[in-house]
């Protein structure tokens, strides 16, 4: 293995390795979905020896704290964060929860930010969501407008607070010098996600409704009418253009990590996918009293492909059925 995780020494690097470490990494949220992602692909080899990498949750530092925050950043000195802590859910937690959204989510964003400024880490790398985009628009959406107009109403709390990032990374460049930046992710999927059917990513839930579906033996229930389109990352991609993010793009501007336009998919090819991946053979039903959310929010990779022409996207069947085997091996321990 090539970098440190934080109380995990390598074997084959010792005490010479450790004094090389020129950058430490501290990872905000690094027990979500996309932490734990990017603790896998450092792990298995993308790591490099002069990093040394800390991933941290909630239980060592509630980040709506400035205080804790503040104790958390003396502690591990980083020179660089990836800062991925946040209030997340799905469209219906969303709906019945905007001010908390926005409240916990400015809170976390401020104080991590300029903690990391009064404490001169070198670079952070923050995650907005394509979501946060206006809800009328034109497709596809880019980096160049984020505040175009009002987001969807069903999660206007989220999506204003993570606009604010790109505010204040922007106030840090000119007021600072700092380079912070933030990368703009596409719906996100894989091993370690929140399964729950309420809260949860349409996705997982849908992961889980069939696995409840195919014991019960009863027809799959999807919300809304199937029809609305997103694009969608496996967590490990979006990880590994994480490492990409942090160690070479130099832009304050942020950058949309996403699969191409040709690559979104409905809701209902969705659902099939996890089907199939599932061996599950009873029938879809679709509860149209549901809402469906914005219809799409189709995003443009062309900067990302003007940087990497070359990036392999995980195919998202395959992508699914590793995700609902690890759902499967893991039933008793997930998020749910
Ligand atoms: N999932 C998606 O589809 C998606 C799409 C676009 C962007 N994003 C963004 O990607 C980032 C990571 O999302 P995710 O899906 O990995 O989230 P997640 O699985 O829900 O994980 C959230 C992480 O944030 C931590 N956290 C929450 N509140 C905290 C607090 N008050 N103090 C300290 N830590 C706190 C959690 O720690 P505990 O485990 O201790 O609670 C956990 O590690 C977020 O910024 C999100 O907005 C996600």
Known sequence: MKGHLRGQEPPEIGFLAMSEVTKRILVTGGTGLVGRAIEKVVADGEGRPDEEWIFVSSRDADLTSSSETKALFERHKPTHVIHLAAMVGGLF????SNLDFWRTNIHINDNVLHTAHESGVQKVVS???TCIFPDKTTYPIDETMIHNGPPHSSNFGYSYAKRMIDVQNRGYSEQHGRRFTAVIPTNVFGPHDNFNIEDGHVLPGLIHKVYLAKQSGSALTVWGTGKPRRQFIYSLDLARLFLWVLREYDEVEPIILSVGE???????????????????????VFDTTKSDGQFKKTASNAKLRR??????????????KETCAWFNANYASARK
Do not use: W
Not at 93 to 96: E, F, H, L, Q, S
Not at 307 to 320: D, H, I, N, S
């Open 307 to 320: 940087y990497l022409p070359g990036f392999q996207f995980t195919p998202f069947r395959k992508a699914v």
């Open 262 to 284: 040709e690559d979104e998919v409905s809701i209902r090819e969705a659902a099939e996918a996890i089907a199939e991946a599932m061996e599950f053979r009873g029938e879809l």
């Open 127 to 129: 995650c907005l969501s």
């Open 93 to 96: 937690k969303n709906i019945r």
